[in-house]
């Protein structure tokens, strides 16, 4: 049944929301934390664009996005061929985004287009929001839609929401044991204060303690 429902969510991914709007980018902008936008840097025109390795994102009516591709020309390439500070990492060469009313699910494929991992052994990643369109989580599964860790170790990211600029966040493992930021960051709760503007690891009551 699993691998039934799989095929029926690539299916709808083949047919594809109709782009409403396409833009062009060089690179990407850095993400330092999965709960950031995917968004592009130094824009190009679609002319420019076919002479270069570049990100294509694509939108729908509502604005969303739904589809990132890393091409030259009309090719899908490998994202080994990109800049190495641009917010790739848990991409793939085309990355398909489908909403629902409270989810974002990210599905992944290759330069042939066929369906892979991104660059954190994810299969599909699901994206949890309020009823205020923010985004409060986000969990990984394999492609037989079992919850796994990412390459960090991760399985589950939790936001919580402040104030207008900053956000709480914490990550669990499939165990539901607390893990920290990176296995080489050792940040537990970290206080997100706009778009790497800083980030700060604290306490339970929002007190600045140290890392370790």
């Known amino acids: 049944m699993k691998h039934i429902l799989l095929a029926l969510v690539f299916l709808s991914c083949g047919l594809g929301t109709v782009a409403q709007s396409t833009t062009y980018f060089k ?3 850095f993400r330092e934390t999965p709960f950031s936008k995917t968004e592009g840097r130094i824009p190009l025109t679609e002319t420019e664009a076919q002479k270069v390795n570049h990100f294509k ?6 604005n969303r996005l ?53 660059g954190m052994g994810v299969f599909k990643e699901v994206y949890a929001y ?19 860790n990412n390459s960090w170790n991760i399985f589950e990211y939790t936001w919580k929401h402040i104030n207008n600029n900053a956000v709480l966040e914490t ?25 790497l503007q800083s980030m700060n690891n604290v306490n339970e009551n929002m007190e600045l303690v140290q890392a370790f």
């Open 130 to 148: 309020n009823k205020n369109g923010k985004r409060i989580g986000l969990t990984y599964f394999n492609k037989n839609e079992e919850p796994i």
């Open 66 to 118: 739904v589809a990132v591709e890393y091409k030259y020309a009309e090719n899908l390439i490998d994202l080994n061929r990109s800049g190495i500070l641009d917010g790739k990492r848990a991409l793939a060469p085309k990355t398909q985004i489908l909403y629902s009313e409270n989810t974002e699910t990210r599905l992944f494929f290759d330069a042939d287009n066929q369906p892979t991992t991104n």
């Open 57 to 62: 994102l694509d939108y729908d009516s509502l």
């Open 27 to 29: 690179h990407l902008i």
């Open 171 to 195: 990550r669990k493992d499939v165990t539901g044991v607390q893990v920290t930021m990176r296995p080489y960051y050792k940040f537990y709760n970290v206080l997100d204060n706009g778009l």
